[in-house]
């Protein structure tokens, strides 16, 4: 069932996470040149309590234990492990966990029609 319906398969959708991961990441890497822009950023910082620095630690904690479980092949996990991230990273992923879970139930629908080939053959 590789591909159905547009559905990639495990490792494609491991090779995708890793690419929006790493995308993410970046972005936040860029540290804007202006000094407005610069005191702009820390007084976000202090009126939200968190600094880009955390937060892309944070995030590169989440990506770093969901992309080790995607690899695996286990989706699931990787889609819990993804559950801690802000609102503007999991936004991004919205698209590869909604594939994620067609992979996830189209691997239980061949799984289950398996078993039922498998029991109706040793009648």
Do not use: H
């Amino acid at each position: 069932l590789r591909g159905v319906d547009g559905v990639p398969d495990r490792p494609g959708l491991s090779a995708q996470l890793d690419a929006i991961a790493m995308s993410l990441l970046a972005l936040g890497e860029d540290e804007p040149m202006s000094w407005a822009s610069r005191m702009s950023l820390r007084i976000r910082a202090l009126v939200r309590g968190d600094s880009a620095v955390a937060l892309q630690e944070r995030r590169s904690q989440v990506f770093a234990a969901a992309r080790e479980a995607a690899a695996r092949g286990a989706l699931q996990d990787a889609i819990a492990a993804l559950g801690p991230l802000d609102a503007e990273a999991a936004g991004a992923l919205s698209g590869w966990i909604e594939a994620s879970m067609q992979r996830i139930a189209l691997d239980a629908m061949a799984d289950r029609v398996a078993a039922v080939v498998t029991a109706y053959a040793y009648r």
